[in-house]
């Protein structure tokens, strides 16, 4: 029934394959639907997450769609570490789709078609660093239902099952003195998966808004009473505005963060104490 829609080729380019795909297979009149960007890197090769730390460049889609469609913002996946050469930053190394919801008019036609457009940015790095763009499209029909697409929605389902979560069985502490910044991390319902001293090596902490240096050493501590401390060095530049009151960021842990849940990607945002409130630059 809907075996006619259409998708231009992966962009190869670098290091990397990037296309445009879809979640369902077609647009429906007045709902909304997802279309995803998919990265696949060559083996050695990594790209970005949303904020890539101190270097390195986030993947982003400027969306070029016919009248009456609106766009939600681009969704990633919880991040990984990755190596700008010996820099660590906070990326993808491996085939990961960026999704977004997008809304279609209510004037729409079943029987025609809608190409949907976008112009992809990225950076692609292996032994060498490549920046890349370029336009790409998919193009679905219209109808009055649409169905899951076969290949493409347990893709759509499994990169939502990796994104970061926000959780009340874990409270989260911050404090800052000078470029020290101590996250303290407690259990705080019987829902938190305890922490085992093994597991502090595979532990990492990802800045949200770069107010933490992501490539210096991170000290993970367990503390006695089950608590995880984790002592973090500020970025040096800022690019954001002012200074933050949050310090915005995702812990990553990968037996999972509740009892009989797998997630692994925790999001916190506690409210950063300082002695004295910093200047602005």
């Known amino acids: 029934m809907f075996g006619w829609l259409l998708a231009a080729p992966a962009s190869a380019q670098n290091g990397l394959k990037i296309s445009i795909v879809p979640e369902s297979t077609a647009v429906v009149p007045g709902e909304t639907f997802r279309l995803g960007l998919f990265l696949e890197p060559e083996p050695g090769w990594h790209t970005y997450w949303r904020q890539p730390g101190i270097v390195g460049v986030p993947t982003q889609i400027a969306w070029e769609l016919p009248a009456g469609f609106t766009a939600g913002e681009l969704e990633y996946p919880g991040p990984e570490p990755v190596l700008m050469f010996h820099i660590k930053a906070q990326g993808y190394r491996r085939a990961v789709l960026l999704q977004t919801q997008i809304l279609a ?3 729409l036609q079943p029987g025609t078609s809608v190409t949907l457009r976008g112009r992809a940015t990225w950076m692609c790095c292996g032994n060498t660093c490549h920046p890349g763009s370029q336009v790409l499209e998919v193009i679905l029909p219209v109808a009055g239902s649409a169905e899951p697409d076969s290949k493409w929605a347990p893709v759509f389902e499994r990169e939502r099952q990796a994104y970061s979560r926000e959780s009340t069985a874990w409270q989260a502490e911050a404090e800052e003195t000078g470029m020290t910044v101590t996250l303290n991390l407690r259990p705080a319902t019987e829902q938190a998966r305890p922490l085992a001293a093994d597991e502090l090596a595979d532990l990492r902490f990802y800045t949200e808004d770069g107010w933490i240096n992501s490539d210096e050493d991170q000290r993970l501590d367990r503390l006695p009473d089950g608590a995880l401390r984790v002592t973090l060095t500020r970025a040096e530049v800022f690019l954001g505005e002012g200074t933050p009151e ?12 509740l009892k009989g849940e797998g997630w692994t990607c925790l999001r916190i945002s506690p409210k950063i104490r300082r002695a004295a409130p910093l200047k602005e630059p």
């Open 246 to 257: 949050r310090l915005l960021g995702v812990l990553r842990r990968e037996v999972g963060w």
């Open 105 to 107: 008019p209510p004037d």
